[in-house]
């Protein structure tokens, strides 16, 4: 266990300092980000594209060992491997969450098929191109997808402050975020981890809650307003968890649970309600484009989180084979629909800084993004009936069905009590449609 936590320790380290390069400039994540999301040269976002997968070969040894050490360790509590291990300890059953992913992927499978040829036909138009490299997609993993020229969500936010908008946000429901802005660090400088984060530090109330994020001053962009948004998701279910709760209980029920809030929260960025009333942003014209866009982005995300989930149980099955690179191309190739450049054989799934230091993580996103949808359809017809983001009753009943318990019950119950009735994966499923 001391072995591992030092491996994670300098994954992590790597991940924070490593950076690219790209026509000799030496670019962090953020600059990536840019060029591939606005860069017209083909040349320019390839090379940024490769650029974000060098960190792989730097790690891969090390997620390796990782991998191996962990299964040592469930193999030692009589488990196959980590995976296994890793999801009991979740309260997952490894059936039932296999079944729930081969379902999304098969409703998934239609629709997102449509939506990459589609994709495929406007980038070979823009680009001027035969065939679609994957650095004409609008960031590295193809986690979200290109946008629509004339929608650029990232206009709706030039010269607005980012934090001063995630305050407005959780002051409209009731729910004060300042002692966790106090306590932050959200602006981007050298050397720092370039993702992120919320955490809670101790258990001990007032709850020491703390984001780490990496905005740019005067740079506002909706990747950023988002992030934002799910950061300080977590942070107020965190801080707002009973504190008379015994000390072992005073956490999120599961992380399925926070990273439903989180999920909610983060997608109010391109929520033409919440752009309107609270972001003063008139959108009117748009409403449509943006609602599209939001079942674009569940079903990208949806494919690309099935990639990450599939492809680490075949790494703790077995990490030291040597065709892990093909895995995940396979993986790639298969459920989003990205064809790898010709010969390439690269450790990019060590590019994820999830495989190394969240391992077996992935598909809380996806069990986050089901509980949301159910969550903000239970809110706004039984609670709010109306947008759930501009009432401080919605912040009150999050607080009390749903931060309040914390992990005095499993996530099950969570959701029963919450939303009045079991995860049901049709209120998603819907959202596709
Ligand atoms: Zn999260």
Redesign the pocket.
Known sequence: MERIEELEAEANAVYGNHRGTVGGRTVGENEVRDILRTSPDEAVRREAWEASKTVGREVEGTIRELARLRNRLAREAGYPDHYHRSLDLQEMPVAELEDLMSDLEAATEAPFRQLKERLDQNLREKFGVETVGPWLLSDPFFQEPPEDGSLNTDRFFEGKDLEALTRETYDALGLDVRGVVAKSDLYARPGKNQHAF?LSVGRDYPYDVRVLANLRAGRPDAYWMNTML??FG?AVYDRHINPKLPYLLRGVSHIAT??AI??MMGSLAEDPGWLGTVAGVPVEDLSEKLVARRREDLLVFTRWALVVFRFEKELYADPDRDDLNDVWWDLVEKLQGVSRPPGRDEPDWAAKIHVATAPVYYHNYVLGNLIAAQLRDYLETHITHGPFYENEVAGRYLLESFFGPGARENWRDTVLRATGEPLDPRHFVASLK
């Open positions: 919320c799910h950061e977590h926070t990273e989180a999920l």
